[in-house]
């Protein structure tokens, strides 16, 4: 058993930082309700060091704390998608050995969601922090296909390319619409029945592997996530899919 708590001056203190929006004009009455609010989530030494206004009837607040609770880390258990990550020759050398044939993979901002960043850091040629994009790889025929792509086009086009690798970008998360829309994508593949032949992949500053996992994705690539990172993990499992399907 590993216990942690939260560390701010000193190991085991509990010392956590809060900040939330509350619906009351701002004045020290305010201050006291967000302080008293945090006390009662059962924080204790609540101290308001940020009050202010920041529209007509709200006010905005930051909150030093203490938290007694405490986490056991060892009964923690997820695997990352790609423990071992191969560089973009060794990806190359292991499409043309393990496939015999280019992969072609397709990524997109989903949805409504105009946001690129994400799937761009991933598709582009460039790539990002020094690793280039899946558009450099010489075994992939990469497709970013941009933001505002709807599931029913998407799918679409992985059906008219034949595409084993599906990216699914969503960076929008306000009252769980990246959730919603994640799982139409999911549904639309496998009613077209694609699902057994395809690796499907979500990404976004939100998304974990398990969460990626319980919405029927083969994984989920969150914050930081390198092209490397996703190549690797979708190589790995389009060859295992290939070894079900001829067992």
């Known amino acids: 058993m590993k216990l942690l708590r939260p560390y701010g001056d000193t190991a085991d203190d509990g010392a956590v930082q809060l900040s939330f929006t509350l619906p009351m004009a701002w004045s020290e009455a305010a201050d006291e309700a967000a302080r008293r609010l945090v006390s009662k989530m059962g924080f204790t030494g609540a101290a308001v060091v940020e009050g202010r206004s920041i529209a007509a009837g709200f006010s905005f607040f930051v909150i030093y704390a203490r938290t007694p609770a405490s986490v056991d880390v060892s009964q923690i258990a997820i695997d990352a998608p790609a423990p071992h990550v191969l560089s973009l020759e060794q990806v190359d050398a292991f499409i043309r050995r393990e496939f015999g044939r280019k992969l072609v993979v397709a990524g997109a901002c989903i949805g409504t969601d105009a946001h690129t960043v994400g799937i761009d850091a991933?598709?582009?040629?460039?790539?990002?922090?020094?690793?280039?994009?899946?558009?450099?790889?010489?075994?992939?025929?990469?497709?970013?296909?941009?933001?505002?792509?709807?599931?029913?086009?998407?799918?679409?086009?992985?059906?008219?390319?034949?595409?084993?690798?599906?990216?699914?970008?969503?960076?929008?998360?306000?009252?769980?619409?990246?959730?919603?829309?994640?799982?139409?994508?999911?549904?639309?593949?496998?009613?077209?029945?694609?699902?057994?032949?395809?690796?499907?992949?979500?990404?976004?500053?939100?998304?974990?592997?398990?969460?990626?996992?319980?919405?029927?994705?083969?994984?989920?690539?969150?914050?930081?996530?390198?092209?490397?990172?996703?190549?690797?993990?979708?190589?790995?499992?389009?060859?295992?899919?290939?070894?079900?399907?001829?067992?």
């Open 122 to 247: 991933i598709m582009n040629m460039k790539g990002c922090h020094g690793d280039y994009g899946l558009e450099r790889y010489h075994e992939l025929e990469a497709y970013n296909l941009g933001a505002q792509v709807s599931a029913e086009e998407f799918v679409r086009f992985a059906r008219e390319r034949r595409v084993d690798v599906l990216l699914a970008s969503q960076v929008v998360t306000q009252k769980g619409s990246d959730v919603r829309t994640f799982t139409a994508l999911a549904e639309l593949v496998e009613a077209e029945e694609l699902r057994e032949r395809m690796v499907l992949i979500c990404g976004g500053p939100r998304v974990t592997n398990l969460l990626a996992q319980e919405l029927g994705y083969d994984a989920g690539f969150g914050r930081g996530t390198l092209p490397s990172e996703v190549a690797t993990f979708f190589v790995h499992r389009l060859r295992e899919k290939l070894l079900y399907a001829r067992a």
